[in-house]
């Protein structure tokens, strides 16, 4: 049991106060003269300058100032610093890779926050990885209606489009080779936050979707709620109420970002209570990417009995856990989940699927899910249904953020799993309700269905395990079977292929956190690469250990992962070819090691589905140096599975 120690400050306090993380290596140091600024050090460099916080209520209240007690206190992975004024708390944390603060309101009384004041002043004018909100018009608060998908713009704080957005995470590249997480989490019912520069500085500052006023049923296929007019507050509640915590992340090294674990760790933990065991991550064959292209049947393929009965087959036959019915099988635009195609027996399926061990996952537009919500749950998991793949929220204010929380409880409620789509960056839900097993979020492998060739993918996807996996776990939807080699690629909206490896594609199998992992590719495309599929059938979707073995930023990464006694390490370069070493010590203890290795083709750099697969058994005690050497093809990758030998 942790141990805690509180000191009580008198109402006299000092004005600066400081707070360091258990290692001693971070130091807040906070600023009360005339409200709250708080800034950050590691050990004497300067990450943060003076950066001020505070919360505006419709009554003037300004949460942040006035007399206030302080009390610390520390546990076994973090030290604390509260801040106690007359209606709300301000909370500072401090861990080893990391800090956060949060409000927290004991107000008795119903009340709306107009702003929120959230800086984080750089000390000087740093280069960062932005994900600018894609989609934008000349009307500035059109940004609130976004699919938080794009790739990263490479830029200095000075250079920050005034016309835009981003979304979180967005992280820095700090002094002395240090990067800052820009990150939130515990975000169950209040609007999240982006972040802007507009004024050419150094200080990025938190903008919030104001609470909608007016919402008309549209957007795609009449599925989803868009905003006409919005209120002058942000937030509402009939009383006390805990808002996210703002997280900043700091790495030394950039592997040290792959096992950071903020967003999770601070969010709300499950109920004790209810029973989550039922709870099955796996993977699952899709449809939708591949677009119910099978070759060798003697029947017309898409959303129909026949179809989805071999993709059932085709995954009771290899261990996969799950099959997804996406957009289709419901009736078009009727926002009414309880109208099936006729061309599904939907029940029929469930039965099938059940016989064969494989469950049913049904894609779900957000408003024909919101509407009907308790029934369409309750419906649907007694017919045996296993979960819901919700999409097309594209907002993130106050009242979609609600939707999230209410659809993850009473999912939950029906022994239903949840994976987001459409929707934002994951902030600690997961945690808070274990049936949300993922969450898109990510500029993920369904873009090269229609992307063009100037989208760079591949150095995405080295770029987004610092980024957008540091705050959760993410549905990129990998295993294409068709991939291209630089210069090769183009979209094929119904053929679609990968940029990159074959290798690079099994890599993301590792690489990548996604508990509930799609085949995205044709059943028909994997039967022709019995290899391939008996590794992706068999590699696990959640770990019992994860070590950072490598990386660099937009250039590679490289990840070693645990299931049992099974090690798996996965790789990835950018279009640089790479020669990786892997120190097995790190990884492997002595004894024998049955080794499992693919690696890209020597033609990779050419025909890009070109690999070479390895099989070998290793001893610890014959190889002094215990080294693995790895090459990389442009856009590559390589998969190594260990398993001890019994």
Known sequence: MAAISVALGAMAAPKDYTLSSPDGNLT????????????????????????????????????????????????????????????????????????????????????????????????????????????????FESQFRNSFENTYSHIRTSEWDKARLAFLPLLVEASNGMKLCIMETDLMNYPGMYLYNGN???????????????????????????????????????????????IVAVSEEDKDLLANRLTYRLATPAAEDIDYSWVKPG??????????????????????????????????????????????????????????????????????????????????????????????CRHYSEMGIKGFKIDFMDRDDQIMVDFHRRA???????????????????????????????????????????????VDQVTYDVTIPFVRMVAGPMDYTQGAMRNASRGNYRPVYSEAMSQGTRCRQLAEYI???????????????????PECLEFISEVPTVWDEVLPLDGKVAEYVAVAKRKGDTWYVGGMTDWNARDMEIDLKQVLGDGEWNVEIFTDGVNAHRAASDYRKEEYVLKAADNDTFRLGVHLAPGGGFVVKFTPVR
């Not at 990025?204 to 007019?229: C, D, H, N, R, S």
């Not at 990548?512 to 992992?517: G, R």
């Not at 590719?521 to 690469?529: A, G, K, Q, T, V």
Request: with cysteine; glycine share 8%.
């Open 28 to 139: 807040v140091r906070i600023n009360a003269e005339s409200g709250i600024s708080w800034s950050l050090y590691h050990g004497e460099t300067c990450l943060l300058e003076p950066s001020a916080i505070s919360m505006t209520l419709d009554d003037g209240t300004v949460y942040g100032t006035g007399k206030f007690r302080t009390a610390k206190g520390s546990e076994d992975d973090n030290n604390s610093l509260t801040f106690r004024f007359k209606e709300c708390d301000l909370i500072f944390k401090a861990f080893d890779n990391g800090v956060a603060y949060r409000f927290v309101s004991r107000s008795k009384t119903p009340f709306k926050v107009v702003s929120e004041q959230a800086t984080f002043a750089l000390p000087e004018d740093q280069t960062m990885y932005v994900p600018y909100v894609r989609d934008y018009s000349d009307v």
């Open 200 to 246: 050419a500085d150094t200080s990025l500052e938190g903008v919030f979707a104001p609470y909608p006023a007016k919402m008309e049923q549209g957007g795609y296929i009449m599925l989803q709620m868009v905003v006409t007019e919005r209120e002058d507050y942000i937030a509402k509640y009939d009383g006390s109420t805990s808002f996210p915590w703002r």
């Open 283 to 376: 993977k699952v064959a899709w449809d939708w990417w591949n677009a119910w292209n099978l070759t060798g049947v003697d029947f017309k393929t898409g959303v129909n009995n026949e179809t989805y009965k071999y993709y059932i087959d085709f995954a009771s036959g290899h261990g996969i856990e799950y099959v997804i019915l996406d957009d289709g099988w419901s009736e078009t635009g009727a926002a009414d989940l309880m109208k099936v195609v006729p061309e599904i027996d939907l029940e029929e399926l469930v039965a099938y699927a059940a016989e064969r061990n494989v469950g049913i996952i049904l894609w779900a537009g957000y408003w024909a899910f919101d509407r009907d919500m308790e029934n369409v």
């Open 408 to 454: 993850a409880e009473t999912a939950a409620k029906y022994h239903l799993l949840v994976d987001f789509h459409g929707t934002y960056k994951p902030a600690g839900l997961d945690r808070t309700y274990p049936n949300v097993v993922n969450y898109e979020g990510v500029h993920g492998l369904e873009q090269m269905k229609w992307s063009g060739e100037d």
């Open 511 to 529: 690489v990548f956190d996604s508990p509930l992992t799609m085949l995205c590719d044709s059943p028909s495309n994997y039967l022709r690469e």
